[in-house]
C-alpha cells in the first residue's frame, strides 16, 4: 500500500492522497471497530472469581519466575510483595533469575533472608542477553506444574495464583495461558503515570477480555502469565531475540490451537514517570510488535491455515493496524 502511495503521488498528486486517505481510514477505522466493540465491558459491572478454597495437597505446585536486571532499590519490596502470595511454601518456589554481572542486585538479596522455596538462578553469559533468555533458562530448572512471570517491580494480589490454579484444573487442556490484569500503583505521580494508568485500565479491563470473547489470539502483557509448564515447553518458550517476547508468545500459543484467558485478578506495577522513560519503553514495545507481525506474516498463507479465517482477520485487525497506526 505504502508503494502505491508512492507511485500514485509520482504520477497524480490528487490520486496519492486519497490513496494514503483511504489506507489511513482503514487502519484507523479497525482500531475504533475494535473499541467500540470494548463498550459492553465498559458498562459492565466487572466480574470477578472467588475460587473455593482448596485444601493445600490437592492444589498444583506453582513456579514463579522473576527475571531481574540492575534491581537493587526494588529487592526488599519484591521479596515482600511474593512472600504475601497466598499460596502453601510446600507447593511454591520463587526463582530470582540473575545475569551473572549484577553485582550490585546480587548484593541486595545477599542481604536479605530469603524463605526457603525463594532461590537465586543465575544466567550464564551468553548472547543475547535478554528477558526471554533469562527466562528460557530458568524455565528449564523450574519443577512446578504451572508457571507464572513477574517482573520486580510487580504488586501481585494475594489470591492470583489460587485463581489461576483454580481456572486451569476446571479447564480443559486448550487452554494454555491465563494473563492476569494489569494496572498501576502510582499514577498520580506525573503526567505520564496518569496517562499509562487510563491506557492500562482501558486495555486489561476493556480491549483483552474482549480480544477472548471474540476468540482471538492474545497479545501478552510482559508479566503476570501463568501457564501449565508442560504447554509451555511444548510450545518452545520465549524467542530470545525478540523485545516483545510476551506478544510473540501468545500468537504462537494460538497458532499451536491452544486458547488463552483472562484473570480477574490485578498485579499493580509501576508506570514511567519522565516522558524519555516511557518513550524508550514503547519504543522497545512497538520494535516488539512489529517483530512480531512481519515474522508471523513471512508466510501469510501459512498463518491463515494455522489460525483459521476469523482469527487472522483478528491479527491484522488488531496486531496490524496497531503497527501501522503507530507508524502512519
Known sequence: ??????????????????????????????????????????????????????????????????????????????????????????????????????????????????????????????????????????????SGDLVVIYDAEDRPEPGQLREAEYRFAITGDHLACLQARLNIYNPRQSLVTRQFALEYSALFDLILPTLVKLGWPLPLGGTSNHFPRRLLLDAGGWDPFNVAEDAYLGLRLARLGFSTGMLSSTTWEEAPIEPRQWLGQRTRWLKGWMQTWLVHMRHPWRLLRDLGAWRWIGVQLYLGSLVASALL
Open 1 to 142: 500500500s505504502l508503494a502505491g502511495v508512492l507511485v500514485a503521488a509520482i504520477m497524480d498528486l490528487g490520486l496519492a492522497v486519497t490513496l494514503a486517505s483511504l489506507v489511513t481510514g482503514v487502519v484507523f477505522g479497525a482500531l475504533g471497530i475494535l473499541r467500540l466493540a470494548c463498550l459492553p465491558h465498559a458498562l459492565a459491572v466487572p466480574a470477578t472469581l472467588e475460587p473455593p478454597r482448596r485444601a493445600d495437597g490437592d492444589l498444583a505446585t506453582y513456579s514463579v519466575l522473576v527475571p531481574l536486571y540492575d534491581e537493587a532499590a526494588v529487592i526488599a519490596g519484591l521479596v515482600d510483595a511474593l512472600g504475601a502470595l497466598d499460596y502453601p511454601p510446600a507447593k511454591l518456589e520463587v526463582l530470582l533469575i540473575l545475569e551473572r554481572d549484577d553485582a550490585a542486585t546480587r548484593a541486595a538479596l545477599d542481604a536479605i533472608a530469603l524463605p526457603p522455596h525463594m532461590r537465586v538462578v543465575t544466567v550464564p553469559p551468553g548472547s543475547p542477553r535478554t528477558k526471554p533468555r533469562a527466562l528460557n533458562y530458568a524455565l528449564q530448572q523450574a
